[in-house]
């Protein structure tokens, strides 16, 4: 059994003895060395990098603007509940598709304020508001309040909380400014912000903000 190559000479005839073989076909001369694959280009790069530094900003933007956000309470006006440099985190989604409820902790804009504010919401819209002797009443209903150490030292109405307004008070009734002042009053629906829970157990770091 022979084996038959692939090279023949361009004549047709065979080679002379001792000369190399030639090929016809150039390109199955010598293997040539393979190329090493050429890095990405430093262009590229700096896109990748901007694109995937892009996304995180736009995403720490959705998660702050849309669902929740870190802060730090500050004044003594929810003493007994939350304490002054005490962190919070502030559910801003809570309330999409539901309205606050009696007893949520809630971060709040009063009118004409640029600060926010973290109250406790007492009564809602269309309700009867009563303070007497630090009891507060609601419709003609006391409300059972095992968070207040300092209940409050003054009277206050009766008043009617307006529709899609809500009522809030501080824990430390005594030194809260709240919706018994005639400067804030009920909240409308577009004040108050978020539902605001205790976060200092969760994580560390300092917050983005403060509120009172």
């Not at 995937?52 to 509940?81: C, K, N, Y």
């Not at 919070?88 to 007893?103: H, I, M, N, S």
């Not at 809030?168 to 577009?190: I, M, T």
């Amino acid at each position: 059994m022979t084996a038959r190559d692939d090279f023949r000479p361009h004549d047709g005839e065979p080679p002379e003895e001792g000369a190399p073989a030639r090929a016809d076909n150039p390109e199955m001369g010598e293997a040539q060395p393979k190329r090493p694959k050429k890095k990405p280009k430093r262009r590229i790069r700096l896109i990748e990098a901007a694109i995937t530094v892009g996304l995180a900003l736009a995403l720490t933007l959705f998660l702050r603007t849309f669902v929740f956000q870190i802060t730090t309470v500050q004044g003594p006006s929810m003493e007994g509940t939350l304490h002054s440099n005490e962190r919070v985190a502030v559910l801003l989604f809570d309330y999409w598709l539901g309205e606050p409820k009696r007893g949520d902790v809630v971060l709040c804009s009063y009118p004409e304020h640029d600060e926010l504010f973290i109250k406790r919401v007492l009564a809602l819209p269309g309700e009867m508001v009563l303070i007497r002797e630090g009891i507060v009443y609601v419709d003609g209903r006391p409300l059972t309040e095992k968070y207040v150490d300092w209940p409050a030292e003054d009277d206050f109405g009766p008043t009617m909380v307006a529709e899609n307004c809500y009522f809030v008070l501080g824990d430390n009734r005594p030194v809260s400014g709240d919706s018994r002042l005639a400067a804030v009053g009920a909240l409308p629906r577009q004040n108050i912000k978020g539902r605001a829970v205790v976060l200092n157990n969760l994580f560390s770091g300092r917050g983005d903000s403060g509120i009172r």
